[in-house]
Each structure stands twice: as C-alpha cells, then as structure tokens.
C-alpha cells in the first residue's frame, strides 16, 4: 500500500454506533434511548403512587438502560414535578443501622 492511499485510509472517519454494545446506555445517552416510551409511562405511573420502584427482569434485559437513559432522564425533565422526598421534621434525630430503619430508633432532639 502507498503512502498517498494510507493518508486516505487514516483520512476516512468511520462513524460511531449509537449503541453502547453490552453495556447500559447512560443518562447522557437518552437521545439514543428509543421504543421503550409505554415502560417509562408505567414507571412514571407506578411512582406517583409509591415512593419505592423496583424494576427486576432477566439478565441483559435492559433494566439498567431503562432507568439510566430512560426513567431518570424523564424525572429530572419534569415529568412528576409534585414528586420528591418530603423533609423530616428537623426536631427528630434518626438513626439508620445497618440495613434497617425504624421509628423506634428516632428520638426528640
């Protein structure tokens, strides 16, 4: 190969993939992140009525991907503006230990 034809080689730019292979997509990646619109209304259904979501499936399924490139990003765009935690009353000291947590273990500060 001649030097003139590996400068046209090197000058070629293959483009990238939009997807991530293997991998999760990421939050920065949710422009890529498609055809899953009916999952992340669910999700988005399911929290306004619960504070805990659990999303299980098979391995490779895509659950990671959903939540990182589909659900948070529709979060942080608005989606529940009424959601969000709720404060704890600053005359209560909680303490969590190990896994567990219980009003027992608050006390009036």
Known sequence: MTSKNTGLLEAIQTPSSPFPGLR???????????????QIEKLLDKLTRTRFLAVVGASGSGKS???????????????MTGAGSKPMKP????????AA???KRCSNV
């Open 24 to 38: 999760p997509f990421e939050y920065k990646e949710s422009h890529l992140f498609f055809g899953r619109d009916g």
């Open 65 to 79: 991907s959903l939540v990182r490139a589909g659900l948070t990003p529709a979060l942080r765009g608005g989606m």
């Open 101 to 103: 947590w219980s009003p």
């Open 91 to 98: 005359s209560m000291n909680c303490q969590m230990t190990g």
